[in-house]
């Protein structure tokens, strides 16, 4: 009913640019925080990135300053501007929506950044 469809991830060489999307469809009510994970291979889920209904941003520190998260509440769609890229940004990168009591998951999409 509620489908989270992610784009943008691809392979990109260190130091080079991606634009996450996450576009949410369906019978969603109420978006409040807008986020964004990341799972690298041998590694726990990390929390990349979170944006509230108003705007305010948070960042995990290895990002902080070379990725931006932002928001169209208009398309309910989240995005994340990936600048400078590291090898260690490599993951499945994974957007979630939380709206009313719920939490919405993204498929995931790969970031791939090698040189």
């Known amino acids: 009913q509620v489908q989270l469809v992610e784009s943008g991830g691809g392979l990109v060489q260190p130091g080079g640019s991606l634009r996450l999307s996450c576009a949410a469809s369906?019978?969603?009510?109420?978006?409040?925080?807008m986020h964004w994970h990341r799972r690298a291979p041998g590694k726990q889920r990390e929390l990349v990135a979170t944006?509230?209904?108003?705007?305010?941003?948070n960042y995990l520190d290895s990002v902080k300053d070379r990725f931006t998260i932002s928001r169209d509440n208009a398309k309910n769609t989240v995005y994340l501007q990936m600048n400078s890229l590291k090898i260690e940004d490599t993951a499945v990168y994974y957007c979630?929506?939380?709206?009313?009591?719920?939490?919405?998951w993204g498929q995931g999409t790969q970031v791939t950044v090698s040189s």
């Open positions: 944006i509230t209904s108003v705007g305010v941003t």
């Open positions: 369906g019978s969603i009510w109420m978006i409040n925080t």
């Open positions: 979630r929506v939380v709206a009313g009591k719920y939490s919405y």
